[in-house]
């Protein structure tokens, strides 16, 4: 049987596609639309950006990519 | 409405009493006691406006996912105008919701500070004791400095800082209501109650609603919506300012005593008869 070729993700409360293998990282390049300051949660847990290249995507993944807003 | 002349320090003998009697927080000294939050405005300018006539050293700043937010121009303002940033949790309802909200913010902003909302009612974003304490317990295990967003409750506010808390930040009256301080007591008897600084986070409309929470003992006041959606935001802002250094100077006076009947401020002795 062949690996799937791309990985169904969860991005930011809808559904998305990456290439299998895609780390955080590469998420991130995708996502970030030229914000400075990102942080990721992959299924309820921070990731930190000392591991974005490191840390693989996994089918299934439910990822949220923040950046600062202003707020109270 | 712009005014630059209400912009600089207009205040230069208020500017020394404040640089005389700093306020401490998880040691960090800062010389101004008004808290800013940065929602509500209408555009970044504005937020520079905003924050300058303010005098604020800490501002809040929240977490939001990426395709809502428009670009980094918050962060670059912020940076230009030298204030710390205090990482909020708005929107959690649920301990375990707060404590990774906390966690990303100290990631996205390089900052251990969090300003812990848990809330538990949508109508009127009251905070939910249950889940506050659980995750400022969880927090301040993981080396967060956890100023939590709470009731008036002293007792509530006794957990909190026993549990670690580095400030109790109690309402005044719901967030973004504008209607003041509705149990001056009990902020009063909080402020006893806690051996940490107490901060009068939410409900503020005024300035003198500002100025009765330092009246009241309280360390500092949070505030957000009564400048950021006032008509005159950059105005309303220098009132904040002037307002929570009177409260603080009078709470240092020591008011008078409150009196059924009058008494004369202009002696008897000496009355002509005429």
Known sequence: MTPPTTLPLTVNGTPAELPAGSTVAVLVAERSGGHDQVAVARNGDVVPRSSWTTTELAAGDVLEVLTPTAGG | ?274
Not at chain 2, 22 to 51: D, H, I, K, N, Q
Not at chain 2, 115 to 144: H, M, R, S, Y
Not at chain 2, 161 to 167: F, K, P, R
Request: hydrophobic share 45%; charged share 20%; proline share 6%.
């Open chain 2, 1 to 274: 409405m712009t005014t630059p002349e209400l912009t600089a320090d207009a205040a230069p003998a208020l500017a020394r009493e404040e640089a005389a009697d700093p306020f401490t927080l998880a040691g960090e000294t800062f010389t101004s006691r008004l808290v800013l939050g940065t929602g509500g405005l209408p555009s970044m300018e504005s937020l520079e406006r905003v924050v300058r006539a303010s005098g604020t050293q800490l501002v809040t700043v929240a977490l939001r996912r990426v395709e809502a937010v428009a670009g980094n121009s918050m962060m670059q303002v912020l940076d230009r105008c030298g204030v710390r940033l205090l990482p909020n949790t708005a929107g959690c309802r649920t301990a375990r919701e707060a404590v990774l909200t906390a966690r990303l913010g100290r990631e996205a902003f390089g900052t251990d500070w969090v300003k812990l909302e848990v809330i538990g009612d949508e109508q009127t974003l009251l905070p939910d004791a249950v889940e506050l304490l659980d995750a400022a317990e969880q927090l301040v295990a993981e080396g967060f400095t956890v100023l939590p967003y709470t009731t008036d409750d002293p007792v509530l506010g006794r957990r909190l800082a026993d549990a670690g808390c580095a400030a109790v930040m109690p309402l005044g009256s719901p967030i973004g209501s504008g209607l003041g301080i509705r149990n001056p007591h009990n902020i009063a008897l909080l402020r006893e109650a806690v051996p940490v600084p107490v901060v009068l986070d939410a409900g503020i409309g005024t300035a003198s609603d500002a100025a009765l929470a330092m009246e009241l003992g309280c360390d500092a006041v949070l505030l957000a919506s009564a400048v950021t959606r006032a008509r005159d935001p950059e105005r309303m802002a220098l009132a904040m300012r002037h307002a929570v250094e009177g409260g603080r100077l009078a709470r240092g006076a020591g008011r008078i005593p409150r009196r059924w009947y009058a008494q004369e401020s202009t002696a008897m002795q000496g009355r002509p008869e005429l």
